[in-house]
């Protein structure tokens, strides 16, 4: 019986397909993408087909998506000449590959469109001052972003968890920022700053 079979199965299939369309991917992939992500063993695109009702062209298409996005790995099984695809099950692993792949297709192309104009401003004497000053500002708070992410993505997943779970205490390693690093801060001296255990 293949996992599409159970209810809550599906379920969480045909929810992934809506969210899927929500966050700008294709419904189908989506839907494909869960369940290689809940089935615990290698599929073939025919097997993908079958269980979801889908168009092999539609699942080939999917495929590549999602191997591109660095979620699916294509295997082989002795004995069998097909593909079979198998998804990434560490959740962490899963979010660093799909934003890694959002960043190059979304937030790069912005970055460079943002340095050129930036580039071109410098040199153009008739644009209105706020409108060179509102780009400036966008392309400064896109480029900090992204230096920041790409900061974040050199720690260690065990560290980004621990500060994940930290949630808006983190705020309290930050001298002079809200009550808990206000609280560590003596009378006249210099902030107390926590080191992490």
């Known amino acids: 019986m293949g996992i599409e079979k159970y209810p809550e199965a599906m379920e969480f299939i045909l929810h992934w397909g809506e969210m899927g369309t929500q966050w700008g991917a294709n419904r189908s992939m989506s839907q494909v993408h869960a369940l290689l992500y809940l089935s615990d063993q290698p599929l073939d695109a025919e097997a993908i087909c079958e269980a979801l009702d889908l168009a092999r062209s539609n699942v080939s298409n999917s ?34 590959s799909i934003s890694a792949e959002r960043k190059k297709r979304e ?77 560590d801060t003596p009378a006249g001296g210099k902030p107390r700053i926590r080191q992490l255990d």
């Not at 999602?66 to 295997?75: C, F, H, P, Q, S």
């Not at 104009?117 to 480029?143: D, T």
Request: proline share 4%; aromatic share 8%; glycine share 6%.
């Open 63 to 96: 495929l590549k998506e999602l191997i591109a996005y660095g979620i699916v790995k294509r295997t082989h099984i002795p004995g069998d000449r097909r593909d079979h695809f198998i998804a990434e099950t560490d959740l962490w692993d899963m979010f660093m």
């Open 107 to 183: 937030i790069d192309p912005t970055v460079a469109k943002l340095a050129e104009l930036k580039e071109r401003m410098a040199s153009n004497k008739q644009l209105p001052g706020h409108v060179r000053e509102r780009i400036g500002r966008m392309h400064q708070f896109i480029a900090t972003l992204t230096s920041w992410y790409d900061d974040v993505r050199r720690i260690n997943k065990s560290t980004l968890v621990a500060l994940m779970k930290l949630g808006s205490k983190v705020a309290r390693f930050v001298p002079g920022k809200g009550k808990a690093a206000t609280a």
